[in-house]
């Protein structure tokens, strides 16, 4: 495995449509970060080469675009989730007044895996920014803490709440809503073969976990985060 890589742990990333920095990360394999886009702003049109890429929209509502056609875009509100294949252009566009808020699953992490298509602030073809755009995070902003089996964490964002919990079974996840959005942080799903049928850094509903814990099991146990709209 690659030496762990430590420098955005600890830093937020100022960008020219907002800023994000990363709220969650195990080893290399998977990093959470958090996106805040300004109102009428937008992320470059790029794409990841050798990343998976999913995003849960936690605040505000979102226009993503996908593919290098505008035509190719759809609207998000808090709560929804997507899911980006490898290789695949996107942007993310806020068109709620106090703009949009997300989460980013980077599977693996790796800043240097971006190709800028098109960029509305002269980044094209530019890589992911450097020490010169980051300042350290301060108190002000939230960082998950890794969940321990039995002890779950809970955070508000803004009309969502976000927990982070350990399974060793089913039993508890399917109890929740279908619309309940899951994204893996650690651990796996698999057939009676061992072959991985989901696993950490996908996103998921508690719908789609139903279908798959009638055919499936969790091998060990399964680390995830969960978001449901705040009542």
């Given at each position: 495995m690659r030496k762990k890589s430590s420098f955005y742990d600890?830093?937020?990333?100022?960008?020219?449509w907002g800023y994000e920095y990363t709220i969650y990360r195990h080893q290399n394999k998977?990093?959470?970060t958090f996106l805040k886009i300004n109102n009428n702003h937008r992320t470059s049109l790029h794409c990841h080469p050798?990343?998976?890429?999913?995003?849960?929209?936690?605040?505000?509502?979102?226009?993503?675009?996908?593919?290098?056609?505008?035509?190719?875009s759809e609207y998000f509100t808090a709560p929804s989730k997507l899911m980006i294949r490898t290789g695949l252009f996107h942007s993310i566009k806020g068109v709620s007044k106090n703009g949009?808020?997300?989460?980013?699953?980077?599977?693996?992490?790796?800043?240097?895996?971006?190709?800028?298509f098109k960029d509305d602030y002269g980044r094209r073809s530019?890589?992911?920014?450097?020490?010169?755009?980051?300042?350290?995070?301060?108190?002000?902003?939230?960082?998950?803490k890794k969940p321990i089996f039995g002890k779950d964490q809970a955070y508000k964002i803004g009309k969502v709440k976000v927990f982070l919990e350990v399974h060793k079974?089913?039993?508890?996840?399917?109890?929740?809503s279908n619309n309940t959005i899951f994204a893996i942080l650690n651990g796996k799903i698999i057939d009676k073969k061992g072959r991985n049928v989901i696993s950490y850094g996908d996103i998921i509903k508690t719908g789609t976990l139903k279908k798959l814990s009638q055919v499936?099991?969790?091998?060990?146990?399964?680390?995830?985060?969960?978001?449901s709209k705040y009542k």
């Open positions: 600890n830093k937020v990333v100022i960008k020219p998977l990093s959470v050798k990343k998976k890429t999913g995003f849960i929209v936690i605040e505000g509502k979102a226009k993503i675009q996908l593919g290098l056609y505008k035509e190719n949009v808020s997300a989460l980013e699953f980077e599977t693996p992490m790796d800043k240097k895996d971006l190709v800028r530019k890589p992911y920014e450097g020490k010169n755009f980051s300042k350290s995070l301060n108190e002000n902003f939230i960082k998950f079974n089913f039993k508890k996840l399917l109890n929740k499936f099991k969790i091998k060990g146990s399964l680390t995830v985060l969960r978001v």
